[in-house]
């Protein structure tokens, strides 16, 4: 990787190397591995954080599924109560038609009785009309004759006492 380069030159340099050579060159390996135990650590703390980011995004994901889940089943179930009510609507209206057809065909019959005892009345009325009619003749006649009795009767009183 990064240090692959830096390793090859090195062991090339301590093939060659004067003991000052091999100090600075043991130096520079104790640089080296201080920088892998620092990049180490570097990439154990990246990783941990990344770690801890996964799980909390886990954790809010998980809680927002939970709650979106229970949305849904509230959802659900006032769906199923509106398709219940519906359901009693229709049966209402299914109902309540019927009634109206069953009132429209009374008030039908109804319509059609009082028509047919409205032409009785009227025919009753008209019969009575030309009987009360007949009555009124009679009563003429009748009070003529009194009228015409009653002047008898006094001209026959005055006819006798003169």
């Known amino acids: 990787h990064l240090y692959s380069p830096l390793i090859q030159a090195l062991a090339d340099l301590a093939s060659k190397a004067t003991p000052e050579m091999i100090a600075k060159i043991l130096k520079l390996f104790n640089e080296l591995r201080s920088a892998f135990a620092r990049d180490s650590q570097v990439a154990t703390q990246i990783e941990n954080k990344q770690q801890e980011a996964w799980t909390s995004l886990k954790v ?3 809680t927002e599924r939970d ?3 229970e949305k849904r ?20 209206i299914e109902y309540l038609t019927n009634q109206l057809n069953l009132a429209t065909e009374n008030l039908n019959a109804t319509v059609e ?3 047919k005892l409205s032409a009785l009345y009227v025919a009753r009325n008209e019969e009575r009309a030309r009987e009360l009619e007949i009555i009124g003749r009679v009563v003429e006649y009748f009070e003529k ?6 002047e008898a009767v006094r001209n026959r009183v005055d006819g006798a006492s003169l």
Not at 73 to 92: F, V
Not at 145 to 150: E, I
């Open 113 to 115: 009785h009082c028509e």
């Open 73 to 92: 089943t509230n959802l659900e179930r006032q769906i199923e109560g509106y398709r219940a009510i519906i359901a009693d609507c229709n049966r209402n």
């Open 60 to 62: 809010d994901l998980e």
């Open 67 to 69: 709650a979106l889940q």
């Open 145 to 150: 004759r009194a009228k015409g009795f009653s």
